[in-house]
């Protein structure tokens, strides 16, 4: 039924560990993305995959590697997490072009300790 | 690269009152122009879009907004907030230049409505 499905809704881990965040969307859309939600609720663009292809890098940490193994899926891998990590990331979708809108996942809150 | 300003970061309102919230963006060719809100620890929704057509767009739960293109503002309002209009409210942007391609977020506007 959802949407825009992510999981986990909530990580805690520590530091220098390895994670992943999956998302899939099940309304048929080519172009996803992760935003990342900062403390001050600041939502910055950290990728877009558009075809399974990356579209947006944004100035992201190399320690973030995006994976997309088809249109319906992109996961968010992240290695040796950093406190800073700690945040709320955000997937969302929408269809190519103009006169779009975007659906976003429920989030995932990532807390590094 | 696109950039917007939503100028107030928080804004206190009782019940009631009237709600206007701004919203600048920075490229001037053709945009699609968006209101997200986000209720206390939920995802963002869309509140209201602007494609093309009539300037004046109309939302759920009351809410409307104004593109005036020489301006490049969309600004949100609300002739009467409720206390369960609480949330943060995010303006966006995205391109013709860019392809569609990105989705530029504002800052955020938190606002509270006290009963």
């Known amino acids: 039924d959802t949407a825009v499905s992510q999981t986990p809704k909530y990580l805690v881990t520590q530091m220098g560990n390895d994670k992943s965040i999956k998302c899939e969307q099940n309304?048929?859309?080519?172009?996803m993305y992760w935003y990342k939600q900062d403390s001050k609720k600041f939502l910055k663009i950290m990728f877009s995959?558009?075809?399974?292809?990356?579209?947006i890098n944004e100035t992201v940490p190399n320690r973030f590697s995006p994976k997309s193994p088809d249109k319906a899926h992109l996961n968010l891998h992240i290695n040796s997490l950093e406190l800073g990590d700690s945040a709320v990331y955000f997937c969302?979708?929408?269809?190519?072009?103009?006169?779009?809108?975007?659906?976003f996942g429920q989030g995932t809150r990532l807390t590094v300790v | 690269a696109q950039s917007v300003s939503q100028h107030n970061h928080h804004v206190i309102l009782s019940e009631a009152a009237s709600l206007e919230l701004g919203c600048n963006y920075s490229?001037?060719?053709?945009?699609?122009l968006f209101w997200y809100v986000q209720y206390p620890g939920q995802h963002l929704q869309l509140l209201l879009k602007?494609?093309?057509?009539?300037?004046l767009v109309k939302g759920i739960k009351g809410f409307e907004a104004e593109f005036i293109k020489s301006k490049f503002s969309f600004n949100l309002r609300k002739p009467s907030v409720q206390w369960s209009d609480t949330a943060e409210y995010f303006c966006?942007?995205?391109?013709?230049?860019?392809?569609?391609?990105?989705?530029?977020f504002g800052k955020g506007t938190m606002l509270l409505v006290s009963p």
């Open positions: 969302a979708s929408r269809r190519t072009g103009g006169n779009t809108e975007a659906f």
């Open positions: 309304l048929g859309h080519d172009t």
């Open positions: 995959y558009n075809n399974k292809e990356l579209i």
């Open positions: 490229y001037g060719g053709t945009v699609n």
């Open positions: 602007y494609f093309s057509g009539d300037p």
């Open positions: 966006a942007v995205t391109d013709f230049l860019s392809g569609y391609s990105t989705l530029t």
